[in-house]
């Protein structure tokens, strides 16, 4: 089975096009696809976070993400959470939803929750609910949450993605020996697949 590792953080709009195209690709294939989602974080703490209301990413959306999402056929809105929230804790709990046999579920619906309903994944009532919603037990998934229980496994991940992998910017999409930095298109992605076999 083809396999796709995706470094991605769940603010980052792109990330959220590129999973739609890893699904359009599987249809184009006619085959399922291994996906991998590895956390990156764009803007750990302290580093402030961006805020919807100025001019940067008025200006990204306008001139980016609106018109791909829009030929892409995807639904997206920027949200407006303010400032954007870090995602650290979002990312634990994604271990604990990995260690489930959840991971993929969960974060599909951390981009679905932030960019389609401008949810605070940066709330740990909000990951909550939104990890019950794809099957979790909600108590033993806050409890991990609120106790860091997954910091560590966050940490080492981030290391490997930092120092390993030397990712510097997402989606970065590792497809065998391939390292592609930025979201590709399903038709292309199919291409590097076909390429490997």
Known sequence: MAKITVYSDYV???CFLAEEEVVKAQRILGKEIEVEWMPFELRPEPT??????????????????????EELGVKIQLPGVSPQPYTHLAFEGFQFAKEQGKGNAYTHRMFTAFFQESQDIGDIEVLTKLAAEVGLDPDAFREAVVSRKYKEAHQAALTHAYEEQKVTAVPTMIIGEHAIRGMLRAHDLVKVLQSME
């Open 12 to 14: 980052c709009p792109f």
């Open 48 to 69: 402030p976070t961006l805020r919807p209301e100025e001019n940067y990413l008025q200006t990204t959306w306008k001139n980016s993400v609106y018109p791909m999402a």
